[in-house]
Nanobody, 128 residues
Framework: EVQFVESGGGLVQAGGSLRLSCAAS????????IGWFRQAPGKEREGVSC????????NYTESVRGRFTTSIDNAKKTAYLQMNSLKPEDTAVYYC?????????????????????WGKGTLVTVSS
């Protein structure tokens, strides 16, 4: 069974940092993309970042660009989301999700718009 499990969430003061991890199990694919998404209370889920395992190419939503960094350790099948300069508006449940790359011609964003597996999420709370 394929599973993606997020960890690293918690309570942090504004201006602080957290690093989220997304560990895959039962997942023997070498070419994939990992998206990080978040859903704040009363709001729709939004994409935060997307990264390709093959080349580390990543993109970010504008509100986190320059503060968040995503990375992948292919050997460990683990992705990370380093979150710095956190703001109260970053408070949300954060999810990682995977797209299996069948078509390498797809754009990075298209990959993360087409998710095959979801994690269950980890809560990040940023106090002011």
């Amino acid at each position: 069974e394929v599973q993606f499990v997020e960890s690293g969430g918690g309570l942090v003061q504004a201006g602080g940092s957290l690093r989220l991890s997304c560990a895959a199990s039962g997942f023997n694919i070498d070419d994939y993309a990992i998206g990080w998404f978040r859903q704040a209370p009363g709001k729709e889920r939004e994409g935060v970042s997307c990264i390709k395992s093959s080349d580390g190419n990543a993109n970010y939503t504008e509100s986190v660009r320059g503060r968040f960094t995503t990375s992948i350790d292919n050997a460990k099948k683990t992705a990370y989301l380093q979150m710095n300069s956190l703001k109260p508006e970053d408070t949300a449940v954060y999810y990682c999700a995977a797209h299996i790359v069948w078509d390498s011609e797809l754009s990075l964003q298209s990959m993360c718009d087409d998710i095959d597996y979801w994690g269950k999420g980890t809560l990040v709370t940023v106090s002011s």
